[in-house]
């Protein structure tokens, strides 16, 4: 039997992420060390819970949306396919691939955000009928390899609210650029944050 392979496909947190504009950036220190204690070294995050790569609980966009601590983790440790939807300005229903057997995520590499030190200008827009689409055929999370499902300025966030509507699930920023279609299995398990509207996870596919 083949050993299980593992593929990261998180953004490194460090003091070169980029926060969205305005937000907290990431910075880790060390508060104490092993010569200030005499035995452990202690370190501080302060970041924002949007940064790198994240999922969005729907209490980020919808004040009733359930919250950090309520998500079903299920959905976080799913059967996912990748798709290739790269070179695309818009995507739609109609450039996704056929979906495979018990998939319930769907990763879409755009292959767009090529400098990750730095935040994109723009990147593709996501139709909101991918958000019906996942709902008819069992799809409950979507992963993308950009910031946000809604470009940067949009305020009335069509796709999050599309999602939210449908019941869906969002991971933002993942990093697909060595990976190939296919299907994989995935976890990215967000932290248990009382009352939190998102939180940083590592996401990992594995076979």
Do not use: C
């Not at 949009?154 to 650029?177: C, T, W, Y």
């Amino acid at each position: 039997m083949d050993p299980q392979k593992i593929i990261d496909i998180s953004m490194e947190l460090n003091d070169t992420t980029p926060e969205w504009p305005g937000d907290v950036p990431f910075s880790y220190e060390l508060s104490v060390t092993i010569k200030q204690s005499g035995s452990v070294n202690i370190g501080k995050v302060q970041t924002s819970t949007h940064i790198g790569t994240h999922i969005d609980a729907p209490f980020h966009y919808n004040n009733e949306g359930l919250k950090t601590h309520e998500l079903p983790l299920d959905v976080y440790l799913s059967q996912a396919q990748v798709m290739d939807v790269s070179g695309l300005e818009k995507i739609k229903v109609s450039d996704l691939k056929p979906l495979e057997e018990q998939v319930t995520a769907v990763l879409l590499k755009t292959a767009s955000w090529k400098d990750r030190s730095k935040f994109p200008v723009e990147w593709p827009i996501f139709d909101e009928g991918i958000a019906r689409w996942m709902a008819d055929h069992g799809v409950s999370l979507l992963g993308v390899d950009v910031p946000s499902v809604d470009p940067e300025t949009s305020k009335e966030l069509p796709m999050h609210q599309a999602m939210n509507r449908h019941h869906r699930f969002i991971l933002e920023g993942i990093v697909l650029d060595h990976v190939a279609e296919g299907i994989y299995r995935l976890a990215a398990l967000p932290l248990k944050i009382k009352g939190g509207e998102g939180s940083p996870v590592r996401a990992i596919l594995y076979t």
